[in-house]
């Protein structure tokens, strides 16, 4: 059998689901979730074409357990993650020459991965570069992999709602200005963006295609490109498991992939009304907004979906075209239980070890209501933390 990548009859035989349909799609999407991919033999184009360069084998092995993953301290006082990757861009989004938009720390037999993640005092760094040095624009941000619960719910809320929390010019002049991130498509019209840190993947679909461009160095009809994020001719040089014409991960995979994350519910919440009293009270609720409408019902991810600004101390280094360094997608706080139990660490990078050290690194747009949090007595504030450790 002449294909690339791996048939649908191969994991239904993996799955051994005998359910048709949506069921069925859904099993394959999670098969395909936690397989391990293989790198593509130089002699034919029967497998799955892993590499030359990618950071992991498995989605599920940066996102493992669809949660975010645990601080791993570095014994020297800094820590790192599991699924956690570094980007790269210059502060207009550009990626680097040569490098590309994110640092490769693996790669197949016979070939150099481009280096390795270095944490220092002064963050995050790049260390042992095999193909020279990045341009001097390059900007390194790390990126610690979020948890995949609930997106379904997010790709159900309708383009209005999202728009309708949208004030670019802050015409209410309450110092928060969120603002939607438009994707251009091939056909010239614009989406809107809501996944992703920088909120520019449009979909389920589309951010599966650059996770197996980016992680795991696999070719999709929305991201073509044989050997991933490779630029060099070194690695474009080096076997990989598709054509042009034929990716590597056929476009009916990708969809069970977006399926499978699209029926992982949310996380479930524990609120209290003097909690929600508090968090709207310091104006957290003006971007972390507890409720939007979606065709499945109330969606209580206690995000906007929108862009801010936070500050030069949420500064991300790397960053996506016509988004600042500083603008992040509203993070979702639904799962913050979850990510606590777990020990893992909050913000884009995982640097806070607790809620109120992100609180305490809210600036920009959100420093208002930090302000409002820190004037606040000392009983509540700390009911204010419970509250959101209970999300
Ligand atoms: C090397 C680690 C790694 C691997 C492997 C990986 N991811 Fe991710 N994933 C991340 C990181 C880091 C982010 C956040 C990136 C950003 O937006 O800057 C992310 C973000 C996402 C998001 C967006 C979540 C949200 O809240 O909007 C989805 C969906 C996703 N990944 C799916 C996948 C799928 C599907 C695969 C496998 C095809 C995969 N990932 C493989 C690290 C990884
Ligand atoms: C101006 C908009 C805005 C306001 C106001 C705001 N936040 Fe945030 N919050 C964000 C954004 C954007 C992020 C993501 C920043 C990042 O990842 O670096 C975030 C991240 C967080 C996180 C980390 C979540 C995670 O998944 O790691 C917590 C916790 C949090 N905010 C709590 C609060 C609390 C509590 C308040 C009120 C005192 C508040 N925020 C006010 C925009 C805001």
Redesign the pocket.
């Known amino acids: 059998m002449r294909k690339a990548g791996i048939t649908v009859a191969v994991l239904f035989a993996a799955t051994g689901a005998l359910a048709g349909g949506r069921d069925l799609s859904i099993a394959i999407g999670k098969a395909?979730?936690e397989r391990a991919w293989v790198p593509a033999p130089s002699s034919t184009l029967a497998n799955d074409g892993l590499g030359p360069l990618?950071?992991?084998?498995?989605?599920s092995?940066?996102?493992q357990g669809l949660d975010r993953a645990a601080r791993i301290p570095d014994g020297q006082g800094g820590f790192t993650h599991q699924?956690?990757?570094v980007?790269l861009s210059d502060a207009d989004g550009r990626h680097d020459p040569s490098y590309g938009g994110q640092l490769q720390t693996a790669s197949i037999p016979g070939f150099e991965p481009e280096g390795r993640i270095t944490m220092t005092d002064a963050g995050a760094g790049v260390g042992d570069l095999s193909f020279g040095p990045m341009a001097d624009e390059t900007r390194a941000g790390l990126?610690?992999?979020?948890?995949?619960r609930g997106?379904g719910l997010?790709a159900a809320v309708p383009e209005e709602a999202v728009l309708a929390n949208a004030d670019p010019d802050d015409r209410n002049g309450d110092g928060i200005s969120g603002r939607p991130n438009w994707i251009a498509s091939p056909d010239g019209s614009h989406r809107l963006g809501?996944?992703?840190?920088?909120a520019?993947?449009v979909s389920?679909a589309a951010?599966?295609e650059l996770?197996?461009a980016m992680?795991?160095g696999m070719s999709t009809l929305g991201q073509p490109a044989l050997a991933g994020d490779c630029l060099n001719e070194t690695c474009r040089a080096a076997p990989h498991g598709g054509t042009l014409t034929e990716p590597e991960i056929r476009h009916d995979l990708v969809a069970m992939?977006?399926d499978y994350?699209a029926n992982v519910p949310p996380p479930e919440s524990m609120t209290t009304l003097e909690g929600e009293k508090l968090f709207a009270a310091a104006g957290c609720a003006s971007c972390h907004v507890p409720s939007l409408p979606s065709s499945h019902g109330e969606v209580r991810a206690f995000s906007d979906l929108l862009l801010h600004d936070l500050g030069d101390s949420l500064d991300g280094g790397a960053t996506e075209p016509g988004v600042a360094p500083t603008e992040w997608?509203t993070a979702?706080l639904w799962g913050m239980s979850r990510a606590i139990a777990a020990k893992s660490g909050l913000l884009?990078d995982g640097r806070a070890a607790g809620v109120a050290e992100a609180i305490a690194l809210h600036g920009g747009e959100a420093s208002a209501a930090r302000a409002r949090y820190d004037a606040m007595k000392d009983t509540d504030r700390a009911a204010l933390v419970r509250y959101v450790e209970g999300l």
Do not use: E, Y
């Open positions: 395909l979730f990618f950071n992991a084998r498995a989605c092995a940066c996102h699924g956690t990757v980007k990126r610690a992999a979020p948890a995949l997106l997010l809501r996944f992703g840190l920088k520019s993947g389920l951010q599966t996770a197996f992680d795991l992939l977006a994350l997608r979702p884009h």
